[in-house]
Nanobody, 115 residues
Framework: QVQLVESGGGLVQAGGSLRLSCAAS????????MGWYRQPPGKQREFVAG???????NYADSVKGRFTISRDNAKSTVYLQMNSLKPEDTAVYSC?????????WGQGTQVTVSS
């Protein structure tokens, strides 16, 4: 069983920055892909950013140029650097790891951006 624990959420003003962390209970090199998703209030969960073991990244159009996903294999941690935050970025952000046909989720961390 893979456990993922997110941290780094909080309240920030529009234009500010936050860095989210997702710590895994296993070496993340064993997870072929990891990603960040978010669920805004009253809406469905949506993809934010993803990264593979080779380091390839992809982003939702709404965050391109503002968010950066990265991984530190030595720390078994994936990060999401969020800059130029907007009120519409307010959501619960969750980390996902994939191994084969299995997907593992963290419990989520709240990000609130005030205008």
């Amino acid at each position: 069983q893979v456990q993922l624990v997110e941290s780094g959420g909080g309240l920030v003003q529009a234009g500010g920055s936050l860095r989210l962390s997702c710590a895994a209970s296993v070496t993340i090199a064993s997870l072929h892909a990891m990603g960040w998703y978010r669920q805004p209030p009253g809406k469905q969960r949506e993809f934010v950013a993803g990264i593979t073991t080779s380091g390839s990244t992809n982003y939702a159009d709404s965050v391109k140029g503002r968010f950066t996903i990265s991984r530190d294999n030595a720390k078994s941690t994936v990060y999401l650097q969020m800059n130029s935050l907007k009120p519409e970025d307010t959501a619960v952000y969750s980390c996902k790891g994939e191994r084969g046909f299995y997907a593992f989720w963290g419990q989520g961390t709240q990000v609130t951006v005030s205008s």
